[in-house]
């Protein structure tokens, strides 16, 4: 006979859950007041004048002052802002300053913001294909996802690519310097290849990526950084890219949103030299589900079910493996293309940089 049990509930660990929610609620519609700050000039306003009343912070914007004083107040009962009730002014401090501001910094925060605030608004797409198990494609999400996901990846790039991930790589410097043929397959809007290419002036770079806005994009990116004499893309999926004899194929946190991830690195290892090598750069993960059971993990688990994930079901095979796979799938994924090397080259708090040979 089944045994019935009754479950206590303890009142103060329900309540704490509740407010906990609540908080959650909060930083749900945080990501949509970064975004209104950034685009309405508040943060940069705050960080040139220091501490402000709303009705000055709306002078400076050009808002109306109600939304400046509502936004204002939220921001202070998050932490982002500091307020002084004494004469009623709120103030950015210098660290928030550089995280909210500061695009050249790696610590650049709203580009984040806005790919979660684009992803959480297309999620009604994904919840009405989950049953079936359909994908929702990258080219089908608002622009907040593909302006922002440049705007949070650049500023990592800049900061890393050029001065320790490519470095890590023994003789690969070396070798662009004195001038590489490179790949970069699913550049997106091409912050990476015009990067290198800005870099190494005696290397040649072509960027490839299924979307066409994103390649339209790169193309004008390359012209306006000057380096388009040296720099050229196609739209192509990662396993039909052009070219071959390539020194470098790089991907920049890309792999895992590709239905075929495998099919792609077939094809790299076709376009790669005998003595080439495929940087890889993929999200931090562990390979166990308790290794990512932190706030990147978080933040990663949740993008990799409303936009990576999806992406891999909307093409051809739909892997889906995730944006926390981990190295050991990662490397799986090589060896099932014929690579034989694989090594963790070099990692971030955000990234892990994969050298991989033939």
Same mark, same amino acid.
């Given at each position: 006979m089944a045994h019935s049990q009754t479950t206590t509930v303890d009142t103060d660990t329900l309540m704490s859950f509740v407010f906990r929610a609540v908080?959650?609620?909060?930083?749900?519609? +945080?990501?949509?007041? !970064?975004?209104?700050?950034?685009r309405l000039g508040y943060y940069r306003a705050m960080a040139d004048a220091g501490p402000l009343t709303p009705a000055e912070l709306a002078r400076r914007t050009g808002t109306a002052e109600p939304y400046a004083r509502?936004?204002?107040?939220?921001?202070?009962?998050?932490?982002?802002?500091?307020?002084?009730?004494?004469?009623?002014?709120? /103030?950015?401090?210098?660290?928030?300053?550089?995280?909210?501001?500061?695009?050249?910094?790696?610590?650049?925060?709203?580009?984040?913001?806005? %790919?979660?605030?684009?992803?959480?608004? &297309?999620?009604?797409?994904v919840l009405a294909v989950a049953p079936d198990g359909d994908g929702v494609g990258w080219h089908d999400h608002n622009t907040d996802v593909h302006d922002g996901c440049e705007r949070f990846f650049r500023p990592g790039y800049n900061a890393h690519l050029v001065a320790e991930w490519l470095p890590a790589v023994d003789g690969l410097v070396e070798r662009l310097?004195?001038?590489?043929?490179?790949?970069? %397959?699913?550049?997106?809007?091409?912050?990476?290849?015009?990067?290198m290419a800005q870099a190494f002036p005696a290397s040649r770079f072509v960027g490839s990526d299924y979307h066409r806005a994103s390649i339209e994009t790169a193309t004008k990116r390359a012209a306006d950084a000057g380096v388009?004499?040296? !720099?050229?893309?196609? !739209?192509?999926?990662?396993?039909?890219?052009?070219?071959?004899?390539?020194?470098?194929?790089?991907?920049?946190?890309?792999?895992? &949103?590709? /239905?075929?991830?495998?099919?792609?690195?077939t094809r790299v290892r076709e376009a790669l030299r005998d003595d080439g090598v495929w940087l890889l750069v993929e999200p931090a993960a562990g390979d166990r589900v308790e290794d990512n059971l932190n706030p990147v993990g978080r933040a990663y688990y949740g993008f990799s079910t409303l936009l990576c994930t999806p992406a891999s079901l909307s093409q051809p095979v739909g892997a889906a493996l995730g944006t926390q796979a981990g190295?050991?799938? %990662?490397?799986? !994924?090589?060896?099932?293309? /014929?690579?034989?090397?694989?090594?963790?080259?070099?990692?971030?708090?955000? +990234?892990?940089?994969?050298?991989?040979?033939?």
């Amino acid at each position: 006979m089944a045994h019935s049990q009754t479950t206590t509930v303890d009142t103060d660990t329900l309540m704490s859950f509740v407010f906990r929610a609540v908080d959650e609620v909060g930083a749900a519609l +945080n990501c949509a007041l !970064v975004v209104m700050g950034d685009r309405l000039g508040y943060y940069r306003a705050m960080a040139d004048a220091g501490p402000l009343t709303p009705a000055e912070l709306a002078r400076r914007t050009g808002t109306a002052e109600p939304y400046a004083r509502e936004w204002l107040n939220a921001q202070a009962a998050g932490a982002f802002v500091t307020y002084e009730p004494a004469d009623g002014t709120y /103030g950015l401090p210098p660290e928030h300053v550089v995280a909210l501001t500061d695009e050249t910094s790696p610590a650049f925060l709203p580009g984040f913001f806005q %790919i979660a605030h684009g992803t959480v608004r &297309d999620a009604d797409r994904v919840l009405a294909v989950a049953p079936d198990g359909d994908g929702v494609g990258w080219h089908d999400h608002n622009t907040d996802v593909h302006d922002g996901c440049e705007r949070f990846f650049r500023p990592g790039y800049n900061a890393h690519l050029v001065a320790e991930w490519l470095p890590a790589v023994d003789g690969l410097v070396e070798r662009l310097t004195s001038g590489a043929s490179v790949a970069d %397959i699913g550049c997106g809007h091409g912050a990476s290849t015009v990067l290198m290419a800005q870099a190494f002036p005696a290397s040649r770079f072509v960027g490839s990526d299924y979307h066409r806005a994103s390649i339209e994009t790169a193309t004008k990116r390359a012209a306006d950084a000057g380096v388009a004499e040296r !720099v050229s893309f196609e !739209v192509a999926a990662a396993t039909e890219f052009g070219g071959s004899g390539y020194d470098l194929v790089t991907t920049f946190d890309a792999l895992h &949103d590709m /239905g075929d991830p495998v099919g792609a690195a077939t094809r790299v290892r076709e376009a790669l030299r005998d003595d080439g090598v495929w940087l890889l750069v993929e999200p931090a993960a562990g390979d166990r589900v308790e290794d990512n059971l932190n706030p990147v993990g978080r933040a990663y688990y949740g993008f990799s079910t409303l936009l990576c994930t999806p992406a891999s079901l909307s093409q051809p095979v739909g892997a889906a493996l995730g944006t926390q796979a981990g190295p050991a799938r %990662i490397r799986d !994924v090589t060896l099932a293309a /014929g690579f034989t090397g694989f090594r963790l080259a070099a990692s971030t708090p955000f +990234n892990n940089v994969f050298e991989v040979r033939p």
